[in-house]
């Protein structure tokens, strides 16, 4: 994790997150999507102040949202929901710096599969068996929205400086989701050979 965001929010945040604590978690969740929305046509019709505004607020709900689920005591839906609603709040980024021009198609299609592989390596892995690989990877989303925010502001003085910053979320992108293909390697193997040691009937052919 580049900027480790989540090592610093849970402090900040945690008086703000009990003060409404009696909001569900999930509501704010949604605020984070609709944020990607207004960032979407924002990015499109190339309204940037607007654009760094609601980045800002994307970031602070996604913080926000863990903060109050941890107090109110997350639940496995509202996992499920924040993870899907993230998903569509990458290509509602993504699309709208497709829309706004502001680089080739085939640069922003890149970085949204390295965005979409980050994501599934890691669902994939815990599915699999190892807890979390939560803070493994140079680039998280935590990561991506704050760096495409400072694209953009620096956007107002360099034409390219957003196109720069879509191929370095690609380039993180890729290298994070390679940087959990080899950790998942080492540790699915150590839960495999475990395995043979407690049953060695696990590698007779049937």
Known sequence: ?????????????SPLGKKISHVPANYITICSLV????VCISLAFQILPLAII????????????????????ATKFGAF???TLDRYGDIFLYVGIMLGNYTEPWIVMLSLVGAFLTSYTRARVEALGISSLGGIGLL????RVPILMIGTIFQFWFNNAL??????LMIGGHFTAIQRIFYANRHL??????KIEKDPETLSPN
């Open 189 to 194: 193997s150590k839960i495999r050979d475990k």
């Open 1 to 13: 994790m580049l900027l480790q965001m989540k090592k610093y929010s849970g402090k900040l945040l």
């Open 81 to 83: 929901l924040d993870s």
């Open 54 to 73: 609601f980045l800002f607020l994307i970031e602070f709900f996604d913080q926000l949202d863990g903060v109050v689920a941890r107090i109110q005591g």
């Open 163 to 168: 196109e720069w910053t879509v191929i370095i």
């Open 140 to 143: 998280e989303r935590t990561d």
């Open 35 to 38: 944020s990607c929305i207004v």
